[in-house]
């Protein structure tokens, strides 16, 4: 059964998608869920090159999952659920996008700082409060030390959020803008005008490679190019338009 709490547009080469629950936008299993099936049909669009997370609220985020579903009978649902998301959202061959303004605590956080840019207002505050309430985060507990390095620590056992500027400084905000819808507009308008073949294949060379060391990172992302990359049209495309002082034809293949 669907709340409606996901609104689901296609626009500007882009899959927007809108938290619109008030009055905090807090990520119940039913909210969770239907998030996970906006998601699914990424991978088969070809056309759709940017994936965007925002909210339909001023000022708020979100203030991330029920707390309701971490109590214990109910947490291991929540869970599954949960992290599902953060895997398929790992696996898309789209960029992604944060666009943030307000508020953004626990497993909206999370959500949000998984993204490859994350966008935010001044006025934006990023906080994982669950220590608080007795538990921890599980994907901030393994993605931000990967990001954010001694910072994460700060974050998930204090459980006192920084502002956008300090979320910044830390690595864990893209920028901090001024005008958050013309700034998202033009970061997706800029990745749409990419090749989706490459684009999607140098966000998995940039994803595995904070896995390891560095010699094993730069031996994975060296086989995505020979064996991947290399064969796509549109890097052969890509060489041939420079050589001839042309703009690119992409073909997304």
Known sequence: MKSGAIAVEERGGGLWLTLQRPPLNVLDLTAIRELHDALR????????????????????FSAGVDVRDHERER???????????FLFLESLPQATVASVD?????????LALFCDFVLATPL??????????????????VWLPRVAGRAAYELVLSGVPVAAAE???????????????AETEALVARLAGKSGSVLALARK?????V?????????RAEEVY???????????EGVRAFLEKRKPRWTDR
């Open 102 to 110: 307000g508020r953004c605590l626990g497993g909206a956080c999370e």
């Open 205 to 209: 060379a940039l994803r595995q490679g």
């Open 75 to 85: 947490a291991g649902p929540m869970l599954d659920a949960f992290h599902r998301v």
């Open 226 to 236: 020979r064996k991947e990359l290399l064969s796509t049209q549109d890097a052969e």
């Open 167 to 181: 979320a910044a400084r830390m690595g864990l905000v893209t920028r901090v803008v001024g005008d958050l819808a």
């Open 124 to 141: 934006s505050a990023f906080g994982q409060p669950e220590i608080d309430l007795g538990c921890f985060p599980p994907v901030a507990a």
């Open 211 to 219: 896995h390891g060391t560095f010699a094993e990172g730069l031996a």
């Open 41 to 60: 049909l990424l991978p088969s669009r070809r056309d759709l090159k940017v994936l965007v997370l925002r909210s339909a609220l001023d000022g708020t």
